[in-house]
């Protein structure tokens, strides 16, 4: 298995979610603001959820707790995201436990720590495996040549710098996650290897996705607009399609070398 299926499971609802003790929750049909904080308030009776108030077309009106309305407090962050990406996803999801409503979670949630750092990680490890196909297809004294005079002079002075610290590395050691898309790009064979079209396709996936991890860096940017979950799990599948793609060119090269 590889380290991004284990964090599709290690990493659930339940560290994202509001829980039950700190819900706004209503028995009576919500007073409208000039600007609604919830689009999903539950409704109760006494202690007891007995079903939503929904906002729906500038008003709460009641909808009864149906399946649809309901998580899993197990279900995966990843999970949850394809489900808010969805053109008839829900504004919000109880999550619950057995028979009981540990929480509820929005879209709102999809900017908490939890969700930024499995996407940071699922954006490592790709980073991690697209240095390991250019080290695989490249010799190390063509990498700087691939790069534009700014980002080579960095990283021919980071290069200079781990050198001076006794740090045994090579060139493709010291790339930031531009540069390596940077490589990718300029090189048709390895492009082409992932499964682009052209250059031009490969420049706009990758920057995409390099967009998203310089945004899920930074959690204590507080007023960082809401996630979107459309464009984020779209980023998910191109990662997992990559990383599947770089597994089958790494196997077919050691097969090659190892007959």
Not at 5 to 28: G, K
Not at 72 to 88: G, K
Request: hydrophobic fraction near 35%; include cysteine; glycine fraction near 4%.
């Amino acid at each position: 298995m590889n380290l991004h299926e284990v964090l599709r499971n290690a990493f659930t609802v339940e560290y994202i979610m509001t829980p039950r003790e700190r819900l706004t929750t209503a028995s009576d049909k919500p007073t409208l603001q000039s600007n609604p904080c919830y689009d999903v308030i539950p409704k109760t009776e006494g202690e007891q959820i007995v079903g939503l108030w929904v906002l729906r077309e500038g008003d709460y009106v009641p909808e009864p707790i149906t399946e649809e309305w309901i998580v899993a407090h197990t279900t995966s962050i990843h999970e949850l995201i394809r489900l808010f990406s969805n053109s008839n996803g829900k504004p919000a999801y109880l999550v619950v436990n057995g028979a009981k409503v540990d929480g509820i979670v929005s879209r709102a949630d999809l900017n908490k720590v939890a969700c930024r750092t499995y996407l940071f990680t699922l954006i490592g490890e790709l980073e991690y495996w697209l240095g390991a196909l250019i080290r695989n297809h490249l010799p190390e004294e063509k990498v700087p040549e691939l790069l534009s005079e700014g980002r080579r002079k960095k990283i021919q002075k980071r290069y200079r710098q781990m050198q001076s610290e006794n740090a045994d590395l090579d060139y493709i050691d010291t790339l930031m996650f531009g540069d390596i898309t940077e490589v990718v790009t300029k090189t048709p064979e390895l492009w082409r290897q992932l499964g682009f079209l052209c250059e031009h396709q490969a420049q706009q996936e990758l920057n995409g996705i390099e967009d998203l991890r310089n945004y899920v860096a930074h959690p204590i940017r507080r007023r960082c607009p809401v996630i979107k979950a459309e464009q984020v799990f779209q980023r998910i599948e191109q990662i997992e399609y990559l990383l599947k793609k770089i597994a089958e060119r790494l196997t077919e090269a050691n097969d090659t070398s190892n007959p």
